[in-house]
T-cell receptor, first 115, second 113 residues
Framework: QQQVKQSPQSLIVQKGGIPIINCAYENTAFDYFPWYQQFPGKGPALLIAIRPDVSEKKEGRFTISFNKSAKQFSLHIMDSQPGDSATYFCAASPGRGSTLGRLYFGRGTQLTVWP | DAGVTQSPTHLIKTRGQQVTLRCSPKSGHDTVSWYQQALGQGPQFIFQYYEEEERQRGNFPDRFSGHQFPNYSSELNVNALLLGDSALYLC????????????FGPGTRLTVT
């Protein structure tokens, strides 16, 4: 059972566009929601993360929007560039219990930004 | 400051063999987690090590085992390799067991033939 559901599977945008990737979860024990960027042949790189006590977090061109009541969160990439072409993973982690610190990943979104 | 390092980069093994993968955490981190990433999938949690003990395990058989050393580095061992064990094996480290801000290494690409 996939604990974090991610969509879309793939996304193509023009340079300067704003791709949006969505994730949903059910486990209310999750209290940490990171996004990772992965290039082919590389390990995932931590991009930005949010805790449930805020509804939005911005770091540079990357923004996370978080809706606690809907159990959904999304990544927005402002002014996207060809160098942003990569696979993006959302993840969630519980802050308590026997699975403390375990990251549950979505299936990933392959983003292509055309010049 | 070196990030998380892993060795080897690539490995080719035959079914039934055993393999050992190594990981050095980011400086200042004492918790190491291992993940398996199949092609086209998100990483799947294997286990977590803290204070030289396995603290939790994901849905992986006992053929997968690990170790953490006093300097916080870690090893992942896989016995009796199956074709389905072919994947990218990722090591992640964090400051503590809560796992906030887990940083991943480049991974070891294991191919089982």
């Amino acid at each position: 059972q996939q604990q974090v559901k991610q969509s879309p599977q793939s996304l193509i945008v023009q340079k300067g566009g704003i791709p949006i990737i969505n994730c949903a979860y059910e486990n209310t024990a999750f209290d940490y929601f990171p996004w990772y960027q992965q290039f082919p042949g590389k390990g995932p790189a931590l991009l930005i993360a949010i805790r449930p006590d805020v509804s939005e977090k911005k770091e540079g061109r990357f923004t996370i929007s978080f809706n606690k009541s809907a159990k959904q969160f999304s990544l927005h990439i402002m002014d996207s560039q060809p160098g942003d072409s990569a696979t993006y993973f959302c993840a969630a982690s519980p802050g308590r219990g026997s699975t403390l610190g375990r990251l549950y990943f979505g299936r990933g979104t392959q983003l292509t930004v055309w010049p | 400051d070196a990030g998380v390092t892993q060795s080897p980069t690539h490995l080719i093994k035959t079914r039934g063999q055993q393999v050992t993968l190594r990981c050095s955490p980011k400086s200042g981190h004492d918790t190491v987690s291992w993940y398996q990433q199949a092609l086209g999938q998100g990483p799947q949690f294997i286990f977590q090590y803290y204070e030289e003990e396995e603290r939790q395990r994901g849905n992986f058989p006992d053929r997968f085992s690990g170790h953490q050393f006093p300097n916080y580095s870690s090893e992942l061992n896989v016995n009796a390799l199956l074709l389905g064990d072919s994947a990218l094996y990722l090591c992640a480290s964090s400051v503590d067991r809560a796992g906030y801000e887990q940083y991943f290494g480049p991974g070891t690409r294991l191919t089982v033939t």
